[in-house]
């Protein structure tokens, strides 16, 4: 892995695709530190099992997140693959099924 701190695993790939949807990665570790909704997602676990969250930032915007954990050593590091904004029709649907979070 080319970068990793704060339990997060980075390289240029899953930077630069997180990036182009508008969130940094900062704001993307930090969705790690609040509530989500985490499901697991086996239609794209073939090499690595793969995961779907659903949160919302500091700000309250709604984000959807796919990723997988690494180990490095003895360290479990979370890997975005993909993250974005949700949109209103998504963000009604999540607020709906998780009236909690």
């Not at 892995?1 to 940094?24: F, I, P, T």
């Not at 990665?25 to 909704?37: C, G, H, K, Q």
């Not at 500091?58 to 954990?69: A, C, D, N, P, Q």
Request: aromatic share 8%; with cysteine.
């Amino acid at each position: 892995m080319a970068w990793h701190a704060n339990g997060s695993a980075w390289d240029k790939g899953n930077r630069v695709k997180c990036e182009q949807h508008g969130l940094s990665v900062s704001a993307i570790e930090n969705l790690f530190t609040r509530p989500l909704a985490i499901l697991p997602d086996p239609a794209h676990s073939q090499s690595e099992r793969r995961f779907r969250a659903i949160g919302r930032t500091e700000k309250g915007r709604g984000v959807f997140i796919v990723f997988t954990l690494r180990r490095k050593g003895d360290e479990v590091l979370i890997r975005p693959i993909s993250a974005r904004y949700m949109d209103k029709k998504e963000i009604e649907a999540y607020e709906e099924e998780n009236p909690d979070l």
